[in-house]
């Protein structure tokens, strides 16, 4: 059974970045599937930031495409997120899943349990 | 950008069938997922590629997809399927996935 576990800061001040890391447990990530991430701000929907491959490969939200980067790390099976110059409209819970994509139709069957992150002074 | 839209919310009592739809405009060429989502939790799928029901979700979870819209519909609702549900598909250049701003189910 794949598990998936957010960890980092709780509590970023504005215009600083937002960095996590995703943790994976019961899968190898250097054997496929893409990785994501997804935020939800508190008593909001949810919102696609972006997904990574193994091999690097990224996709974007184009609405915060210029803000985020990815990375991989296969020998710590774990994948990383930063968000750049955050305000307080970064404030949300943030999830890290495993994209299931097949015929080019993708959608995220397993989540981690979120970590909420806080943007303030 | 491209936008899924739902209802804010529906209501049901016990044993009714509960109707959430999710429109957007490349749902005819795009597949359809459904998640629900319980109060502090991670969401989890409900429904995959428009109608297909993943193991250990109940018989229940049907969706179906007409056009624009697709449906998720729960037969015989309990009081245990309270929860907020999403639609999730994506964009016309398939590498943008975008999820509707979901529904609130209310089991009266």
């Known amino acids: 059974q794949v598990q998936l576990q957010e960890s980092g800061p709780g509590l970023v001040k504005p215009s600083e970045t937002l960095s996590l890391t995703c943790g994976v447990s019961?899968?190898?990530?250097?054997?496929?599937?893409?990785w994501g991430w997804i935020r939800q701000p508190p008593g909001r929907g949810l919102e696609y930031i972006g997904s990574i491959y193994y091999s690097g490969t990224t996709f974007n939200n184009p609405s915060l495409k210029s803000r985020v980067t990815m990375s991989v790390d296969t020998s710590k099976n774990q994948f990383s997120l930063k968000v750049g110059s955050v305000t307080a409209a970064d404030t949300a819970v943030y999830y890290c899943?495993?994209?299931?994509?097949?015929?080019?139709?993708?959608?995220?069957?397993?989540w981690g349990q979120g970590t909420l992150v806080t943007v303030s002074s | 950008s491209y936008e899924l839209t739902q209802p804010p919310s529906v209501s049901v009592s016990p044993g009714q069938t509960a109707r959430i739809t999710c429109s957007g405009d490349a749902l005819p060429n795009r597949n359809a997922y459904w998640y629900r989502q319980k109060s502090g939790q991670a969401p989890v799928v409900v429904i995959y590629?428009?109608?297909e029901r993943p193991s250990g979700i109940p018989e229940r979870f049907s969706g179906s997809s007409s056009g624009t819209t697709v449906t998720l519909t729960i037969s015989g609702v309990q009081a245990e399927d309270e929860a907020d549900y999403y639609c999730?598909?994506?964009?016309?250049?398939?590498?943008?996935?975008?999820f509707g701003g979901g529904t609130k189910l209310t089991v009266l």
């Open positions: 999730q598909s994506a964009d016309s250049s398939g590498t943008c996935w975008v």
């Open positions: 899943a495993r994209q299931n994509c097949t015929g080019g139709s993708c959608y995220f069957d397993q």
């Open positions: 590629k428009d109608s």
């Open positions: 019961g899968y190898s990530i250097g054997s496929g599937y893409y």
